[in-house]
């Protein structure tokens, strides 16, 4: 699989995504909680590095999500008896996506309490 052509590696990449799309619910929900980020920005009209500030934070969550849901699968696939161990690998997977979630939301509402002050 090494040294594929770019074409082909963002074709692994859109398979990946549209196969976390239909598996998980936990990307589709934060999915749709950043696609109304979008119109709330365009009402609240922020200067443009919060645009970036929210768009960065979206993407790591997104991505934390990507991330979880492939170690979930690779988890399961090695280790399907339940271990607790392997909760505890699962667990801290999907801690960090509510870190950064937890994160996305203080910038959400520092945006916001900039956007009010200013």
């Not at 500030?53 to 492939?70: F, S």
């Not at 950064?100 to 203080?106: D, F, H």
Request: with cysteine.
């Amino acid at each position: 699989m090494k040294n594929q052509r770019l074409a082909e590696r963002i074709g692994f990449a859109w398979a990946g995504l549209r196969a976390a799309w239909r598996t998980e619910r936990s990307l589709r929900t934060q999915s749709w909680i950043a696609l109304t980020v979008i119109p709330a920005m365009a009402v609240l009209r922020p200067v443009l590095i919060w645009w970036a500030l929210v768009g960065i934070m979206v993407t790591l969550v997104l991505a934390a999500e990507l991330i979880n849901t492939a170690l979930e699968h690779l988890v399961d696939h090695l280790h399907p008896e339940r271990h607790p161990r392997i909760k505890i690998v699962k667990d801290c997977a999907a801690a960090a996506v509510l870190v950064l979630s937890i994160g996305a939301v203080w910038v959400g509402m520092l945006m916001i309490w900039s956007v009010m002050e200013g």
